[in-house]
Structure formats: C-alpha cells, structure tokens
C-alpha cells in the first residue's frame, strides 16, 4: 500500500474552489508533483516543484506544501477538471518513488 | 518534442515473461537531465511507478517488485525496455513508459499513451 493517502473521492460545484491533499512522511522532505487522468487516456502532469504548472496547464490550478501534506488547489472548477487526481513523491527512504492512492474529482 | 510509444504483447500467459518496449522519437535520451520509467495501472485501480533508468543503465525499483522487474535501455536505438518475470493475473493491467526529470522534483512530465497487457492462459 501506498505511503502518500489522498481522499478516494471529493465533488465540488462548477465554478467553486477544491482542495485535494496527500499526505505522507516523505513530504516532510521532498514535494510532491500531481497527475490529471481522464477516462481511457495517459495521466498528464499538472504541477510540480509545489506550485510549478507544466505549459498549457490553467492557471485555476496552484500547489502547495506544509508539513507532510501537499495540496493542489483548483479555483473555479470547470467541468473539464472532472478526473482522477493523484500525487507522486519519494518516500521517506529517498530511494524510491510512489503514487498516491488517487483522488476521483467530480464537478458537480 | 519528445514522444514516447509503448508496444508489445497484449497477452501473456501465467508464469511467464512479459517484456515492454518504449520507442523515444523527437529527442535523444543520451542525457542524465532526464530517466525514463515505467508506470502501470490495473483495471479500476490507481497508478504504480516499476522503475526508472539513466541511458547509463543505472535502474532503481520498488521493493514490491524488485527481483521480477528489470529496466533496460538500447540508446542507439532510442529505446527502453521492461522485463517482469513470473507474471500472474495481477500484473494485468494497462503499462505506460514516461519520461522523469529528476532535478525537478521526479515530475513525469511526457507519457506514452499506454498499452494494455493481459495475463491469461
């Protein structure tokens, strides 16, 4: 099982703010990147380096990190931001690379 | 841009070896400014990171999987390959190659678009 936990699920209203977290002891030391999948397709990086977006990414998506949580924030949900979220990040040994378990966002 | 495509067998018997190969076109992956890993997802289920490897060869796994998996990397031939050993029906699932940068925080930022693997006899 996975070190990183995120809530399996969150619904926010179109338009309104959502927070997704991870939290796990490796993030005390190194930030987690986060990952957008749709049904049926690749994941695709949505931030990195805590609050980092990848080109092409909306600026609706930010990032942050406190402690040993890291959350992605969307301010303003569209309904094209309905997707699994899931966050990645070393674990606390350093040597290895993880997954969080994922977060299914709906955009009510 | 770098593009990555993921091929091989789409089934695979119990017991057997599944083998993968990533196909790199649009950038050499002759660099340590990037690795390049393997990342699966078993049906309705989340996403778990194999692997990765330099083009030097160097490879790191995940206790989970280490002594069935082995990354390999052919850089004439702009490719990298994933070996799992002794595959059962938990290792089906849909495989991605994606490309990491690890001076900026692992972010995976190019992905395949995946290829499904059955494991059944």
């Known amino acids: 099982s996975s070190e990183l936990t995120q809530d399996p699920a969150v619904s926010v209203a179109l338009g309104q703010t959502v927070t997704i977290t991870c939290q796990g002891d490796g993030l005390k030391y190194y930030s987690a990147n986060w990952y957008q999948q749709k049904p049926r397709q690749a994941p695709v990086l949505v931030m990195y380096?805590?609050?980092t977006r990848p080109s092409g990414i909306p600026d609706r998506f930010s990032g942050s990190n406190s402690g040993n949580t890291a959350s992605l924030t969307i301010t303003g949900a569209q309904a094209e931001d309905e997707a699994d979220y899931y966050c990645k990040s070393r674990d606390s040994s350093a040597r290895y690379l993880e997954f969080g378990g994922g977060t299914r966002l709906t955009v009510l | 841009q770098m593009q990555l495509q993921e091929s091989g067998p789409g089934l695979v018997k119990p017991s057997q070896t599944l083998s993968l190969t990533c196909s790199v076109t649009g950038d050499s992956i002759s660099t340590n400014s990037y690795y390049y890993s393997w990342v699966r997802q078993s049906p309705g289920k989340g996403l778990e990171w194999m692997g990765y490897?330099?083009?030097?060869?160097?490879?790191f796994y995940p206790p989970s999987l280490q002594g069935r998996v082995s990354l390999s990397v052919d850089n004439p031939n702009n490719q990298f390959f994933l070996t799992l050993t002794s595959v059962t029906a938990a290792d089906t699932a849909l495989y991605f190659c994606?490309?990491?940068?690890?001076?900026?925080?692992?972010?995976?930022?190019?992905w395949g678009q995946g290829t499904t693997v059955t494991v059944s006899s």
């Open positions: 490897i330099y083009y030097s060869g160097m490879a």
């Open positions: 380096e805590r609050n």
């Open positions: 994606a490309r990491g940068r690890p001076q900026s925080d692992d972010a995976f930022d190019i």
